[in-house]
């Protein structure tokens, strides 16, 4: 951890590969059973028509196109030398699977060391999982699983129709780590039904299970989502920036010291924001935490002392 007060992705990045490491997204069309009927009509609450691909070049091209014209973008940029693919958008293992072990192999290119999936853990499937393994051994490359869980409350995983609930996201993660991957969970800390004592639970559950890296989300409201149709009939409110900071920094404290923090905070798509960051940008959020760390002399695992028996200590 060195002198930051919790695991820095860009530092584990380093130390993993030996030098810096740029994620290459790729956005491809797609769907996911939350939205065709499969398992539910519509999508979560909070998610738009991107499926987060908003950041991402055309879905029109193809695997082997994004991934060149990435590359060539971060290596004029930032003179990058090694590189991740980031299927990011929508579930990308919810795909026939002639069409899935096509996709990772069209990512398969020079200095292409890992290989990220970004899916949701009821589309995690050994199939799948034993194919990417095939791919890991043939080819060097180091492959890990991306998984949307949000909250481990899943009363509101239910309110925002997530479609799932917390086994699902348990079994996905014991299968991830059984053929070797590692897995990184996504978590908004502040969707409108969870207190405090979530953010404390959704770093336990985490940290029993030994995922690998976190993702933290600042929750955004988007125009034309059912969450968006909530928050303009005023059903919720947002907690405060300074509660959102708070948050933080206790699910750091009891996350346990290894784990690696991929994001801190979100950002949503600018065209259709309803609320994003409290008006203010992301790094300045960012930047509030890592005071806010500081002040209160909090660092990542500071109250990492729950498992293994806490009463016999």
């Known amino acids: 951890m060195g002198k930051n007060r919790y695991n820095l992705y860009s530092e584990h990045l380093v130390k993993k590969f030996g030098e810096k490491v740029y994620k290459l997204p790729v956005n491809l069309p797609g769907t996911c059973p939350n939205r065709d009927g499969k398992v539910g009509w519509g999508g979560c609450i909070f998610c738009d028509e991107d499926g987060s691909g908003f950041e991402c070049l055309s879905n029109d091209l193809a695997v082997g196109q994004q991934v060149a014209m990435n590359k060539a973008f971060f290596r004029k940029r930032y003179n990058a030398g090694k590189f991740i693919v980031y299927f990011q958008a929508f579930t990308n293992t919810y795909l026939p699977f002639d069409r899935f072990k096509a996709n990772i192999l069209d990512a398969l290119d020079q200095d292409v060391v890992g290989i990220s999936v970004s899916t949701r853990p009821d589309c995690v499937n050994d199939s799948y999982l034993d ?37 699902e996201f348990i079994d996905a993660v014991l299968r991830i780590k059984k053929h070797g991957f590692a897995a990184c969970a996504h978590l908004i800390l502040n969707l409108p039904w969870d207190e405090l004592a979530d953010t404390v639970e959704n770093a336990k559950i985490l940290s029993a299970l030994g995922v690998e890296y976190v993702k933290l989300h600042s929750l955004y409201v988007v125009r034309g989502t059912a ?85 016999l200590k």
Do not use: C
């Open 227 to 311: 969450l968006g149709d909530m928050f303009e009939r005023g059903e919720f409110e947002v907690i405060s920036l300074q509660d959102y900071v708070e948050r933080v920094g206790e699910f750091l404290a009891y996350l346990e010291p290894s784990v690696v923090i991929q994001r801190l905070v979100g950002r949503g798509p600018k065209d259709s924001l309803l609320f994003s960051n409290w008006g203010v940008s992301w790094w300045l959020v960012k930047q509030r935490i890592e005071e806010y760390l500081e002040q209160k002399d909090i660092y990542q695992g500071k109250k990492f002392d729950y498992l293994n028996g806490k009463a």
């Open 131 to 167: 194919f990417l393994y095939s791919v890991k051994e043939d080819h060097g490359v180091d492959i890990n699983i991306e998984l949307g869980l949000q909250t481990v409350n899943y009363r509101t995983l239910a309110r925002v129709n997530r479609g799932h609930t917390l086994a």
